[in-house]
């Protein structure tokens, strides 16, 4: 497994913007696709964005395409979720997780897909 922590979680305004930042340990941290999730009380952990280890794809649930953007920095062992126009349906707990195996797009989505996961950072978003 790979520690992952995540940080940036916090209060925001409907309309709002988050940076979520996500810190992995170890040396191989450029080998792996990192994923995003989030949990909110009552409801399944579902899919928010995903990208690939090189940075140049990624991949998003349709209810934050064109709102949120993933990114990372291989140098910082670091991925990040950049959230604009948040709304109170965003709010949840957030989740990063490493995909070491390499799975295709089409598992991104997918908990299976990722055998590492942070503990979480909550967003709460103010209507």
């Known amino acids: 497994q790979v520690p992952l922590v995540e940080s940036g979680g916090g209060l925001v305004q409907a309309g709002g913007s988050l940076r979520l930042s996500c810190a992995a340990s170890?040396?191989?941290?450029?080998?792996?696709?990192m994923g995003w999730f989030r949990q909110a009380p009552g409801k399944e952990r579902e899919f928010v964005a995903a990208?690939?280890?090189?940075?140049?794809?990624?991949y998003y649930a349709d209810s934050v395409k064109g709102r949120f953007t993933i990114s990372r920095d291989n140098a910082k062992n670091t991925v990040y979720l950049q959230m604009n126009s948040l709304e109170p349906e965003d709010q949840a707990v957030y989740y990063c997780a490493a995909d070491r195996a390499g799975s295709s797009i089409g598992a991104w989505s997918s908990r299976g897909a990722y055998d590492s996961w942070g503990l979480g950072t909550q967003v709460t978003v103010s209507s």
């Open positions: 990208i690939s280890w090189r940075g140049g794809t990624t």
């Open positions: 170890g040396r191989t941290f450029s080998n792996y696709g």
